[in-house]
C-alpha cells in the first residue's frame, strides 16, 4: 500500500498571506497525484489532477507541483473561503488509491 | 453538467443492510467508472469499491464480503448495499464519478447512523 503523508497537520495563515501544503508519498506514484478542498459538511472539491492540472473553475492562486514522491500545494493570496481542509490522493495505483491524513488550513 | 445525488435512510439498525442509491444527471453511466466512499465522522475518506462498463465491480477488500454495488441504466442510478452493519459504519457515505483514477465529480454525501 502507497502511504500518503502529508505536512503540517494544522497550518495558521493569514487572509492574503501564501500557504504551502506538503504531501510525501512512500513510493513513487509518478504524476498521478490529485489535491481536493473540504469544508466542513460538503464533499471534497477537485481542486489539481496530473500534479498540477487546475480543474474546471479553480482560481489561479491555486497551484500544484512536484512528481514521484514530494509534492507541493500553494495557495497564493489565501482568501476567506480557502480556510478549510486540503487532501492529497495519489490514484498511480488506482483502485484504491490512497488519501493523506489532510491538512487543516486555519486563520491566524 | 455533471451531477451525482446519494439517497437513501439515514438510520440503520446494527445488523442490517445499508442501502443508498446515486443518482447521476448530465452524463450516462455507461463506459465510466462509479465509485463509492465513506468518511466516519471526524476522520480521512475510506474507498469502499467501484462499478463500470454496467457491471464490472471490485470492492475494498476490508469490506468486499459485505458490499454489493450496482446499477441500474435505466434509471441512470448506481447503488451500494452493506450488510451485517455495525456502529463502526457510521459515517457520511459519497458517490463519485472517476476518469482515469481521478475523482472529478462527487455527490454531496449523505450521513447514514447505525444505531438501535
Known amino acids: 500500500e502507497i502511504v500518503m503523508t502529508q505536512s503540517p497537520a494544522t497550518l495558521s495563515v493569514s487572509p492574503g498571506e501564501r500557504a504551502t501544503l506538503s504531501c510525501r508519498a512512500s513510493?513513487?506514484?509518478?504524476?498521478?497525484l490529485a489535491w481536493f478542498q473540504q469544508k466542513p459538511g460538503q464533499a471534497p472539491r477537485l481542486l489539481i489532477y496530473?500534479?498540477?492540472t487546475r480543474a474546471t473553475g479553480i482560481p489561479a492562486r491555486f497551484s500544484g507541483s512536484g512528481s514521484g514522491t514530494e509534492f507541493t500545494l500553494t495557495i497564493s493570496g489565501l482568501q476567506s473561503e480557502d480556510f478549510a481542509v486540503y487532501y492529497c490522493?495519489?490514484?498511480?495505483?488506482?483502485?484504491?488509491?490512497?488519501f493523506g491524513q489532510g491538512t487543516n488550513v486555519e486563520i491566524k | 453538467q455533471v451531477q451525482l445525488q446519494e439517497s437513501g435512510p439515514g438510520l440503520v439498525k446494527p445488523s442490517e443492510t445499508l442501502s443508498l442509491t446515486c443518482t447521476v444527471s448530465?452524463?450516462?453511466?455507461?463506459?465510466?467508472?462509479w465509485t463509492w466512499f465513506r468518511q466516519p465522522p471526524g476522520k480521512g475518506l475510506e474507498w469502499i469499491g467501484y462499478?463500470?462498463?454496467?457491471?464490472?465491480?471490485n470492492y475494498n477488500p476490508s469490506l468486499k464480503s459485505r458490499v454489493t454495488i450496482s446499477v441500474d441504466t435505466s434509471k441512470n442510478q448506481f447503488s451500494l448495499k452493506l450488510s451485517s452493519v455495525t456502529a463502526a459504519d457510521t459515517a457520511v457515505y459519497y458517490c463519485?464519478?472517476?476518469?482515469?483514477?481521478?475523482?472529478?465529480?462527487w455527490g454531496q454525501g449523505t450521513l447514514v447512523t447505525v444505531s438501535s
Open positions: 490522493h495519489q490514484y498511480n495505483n488506482w483502485p484504491p488509491g490512497t
Open positions: 462499478i463500470y462498463d454496467r457491471g464490472n465491480t
Open positions: 448530465g452524463v450516462s453511466l455507461s463506459s465510466y467508472y
Open positions: 463519485a464519478r472517476v476518469i482515469s483514477g481521478v475523482l472529478f465529480y
Open positions: 513510493q513513487s506514484v509518478s504524476s498521478n
Open positions: 496530473g500534479a498540477f
